[in-house]
């Protein structure tokens, strides 16, 4: 990574994700919308930048495959079930994107910031709140995208990368 974009990264992030969230109404539903796609397009970007995207891409796709799998094979369960009508619940694909790009970031790009850290993780759990909110989901529907979510991000490193080899 570039030495002026390693300066600078923890403020273009900032100002992304805050230009983002300005761009929509100031409703728990669309910024949790706009959220879940915010951070994992950060993680992309920072990814790119660390050389590291052809891994990161990996391992959303499988966790896109595993969400949109699981809400099909599930069809008509009673768990797929959303509060306000409707198939296609589990898990919730929205919180599995937040919690998949706030621990891309959290973990590869802004490690050394703790006050991001925590912001970024607040904005994960704010996006799965807002799907509860608005009655798209479930809390259990929102706590398995995060797993999900989570698990994917964290599976599949570079063993090199943690320290393991």
Excluded at 3 to 15: A, S, T, Y
Excluded at 36 to 50: D, F, K
Excluded at 108 to 136: E, K, Y
Aim: charged share 20%; net charge positive; with cysteine.
């Amino acid at each position: 990574m570039s030495d002026w974009l390693r300066k600078w990264r923890n403020l273009l992030i900032l100002v992304i994700f805050a230009a983002a969230l300005a761009t929509v109404p100031p409703v728990p539903e669309r910024w949790g919308d706009r959220i879940a796609w915010t951070l994992p397009a950060l993680a992309g970007i920072c990814s790119i930048a660390n050389g590291t995207w052809p891994e990161t891409l990996l391992r959303f796709a499988a966790m896109e495959a595993t969400v949109q799998g699981t809400k099909s094979a599930l069809a008509d369960a009673e768990i797929n079930a959303r509060p306000r009508g409707g198939e296609r619940g589990f898990p919730s694909a929205h919180s599995a994107h937040a919690a998949f790009g706030a621990s891309a970031l959290v973990h590869d790009c802004i490690a050394a910031n703790p006050a991001m850290r925590v912001g970024l993780i607040v904005a994960a759990g704010f996006t799965g709140a807002s799907r509860v909110d608005a009655g798209a989901h479930n809390a259990w529907q929102v706590l398995a995208g995060w797993i999900v979510g989570f698990g994917f991000e964290r599976l599949w490193r570079n063993r090199k990368r943690r320290g393991l080899a």
